[in-house]
């Protein structure tokens, strides 16, 4: 009932961390960003869990300081996250630059570069990567014991049959940015409208790939929890 009625409602929201206790006190119904989906898993007792792309600096940062609420609930929850990197419409260096300043761990899984969501390798050299779920889970092992309150981002690109073209991506991503910019979309509502623009535009293969991606995160999300479960048998 309540994922039919998501998936209907007009009245819905885009709930990051700091909205939680306003959506919880007015019981407001919508989706929960990583950042409220980090705070929430972690309350819950979950250790892993999986999303398409976390959010990060935008490209127009220096002008708008549009940085998400990920990268800092990243750098204080110490849960596992599963992703494809950060959404390819944002500044991946920067990005990866305020990880690396909020003492966040990124480790690619079976690649050493940064996933670019829709197309898999950024040309963002990794500095530690590993190729089983059986030494993310080591890792995380690790970090528990030695309480480091940080969050463990794991990069998983994209299936390499659904990636698509880097230069087609950025030419689609330019242009939803002047389109952004020219009809004054700004705040919350810009990702929402960039993803929908991509999606349009390339006549629904970027959200093909995000579905793919999605899917491939929660499989290896799954496989890192059980090797998590079979060390504690």
């Known amino acids: 009932e309540e994922i039919t009625y998501l998936s209907q409602a007009k009245d819905l929201h885009k709930i ?46 220096r002008e ?3 940085v998400s609420t990920d990268l800092e609930a990243l750098g204080s929850v110490p849960i596992t996250v599963v992703c494809a990197g950060a959404k390819a419409i944002l500044d991946l260096p920067a990005t990866l630059e305020y990880l690396e300043t909020k003492g966040v761990l990124v480790v690619g899984y079976k690649t050493d570069e940064f996933p670019a969501f829709y197309y898999g390798r950024s040309g963002l050299k990794l500095e530690h990567s590993v190729t089983t779920p059986g030494e993310l ?61 991509l999606a349009k535009n390339s006549q629904g293969e970027t959200l093909e790939t995000n579905i793919a991606l999605v899917k491939n995160n929660a499989h290896v999300g799954s496989l890192i929890v059980k090797a998590l479960m079979a060390a504690k048998i």
């Open 137 to 197: 889970a080591q890792i995380i092992r690790e970090r528990d014991a030695l309480q480091i309150n940080k969050a463990i981002l794991v990069g998983n690109p994209p299936p390499e049959n659904m990636a698509l073209e880097k230069e087609k991506v950025e030419q689609l991503i330019e242009a939803a940015l002047h389109e952004a910019k020219a009809q004054n979309i700004k705040g919350k509502d810009v990702t929402p409208f960039l993803l929908d623009y």
């Open 64 to 66: 708008s300081f549009d």
């Open 16 to 61: 990051s961390l700091k909205d939680l206790s306003v959506a919880a006190a007015k019981k407001l119904s919508g989706g929960t960003t990583v950042s409220a989906t980090m705070f929430a898993s972690y309350k819950a007792g979950i250790q892993v869990f999986a999303t398409g792309g976390i959010g990060g600096v935008h490209r127009d940062a």
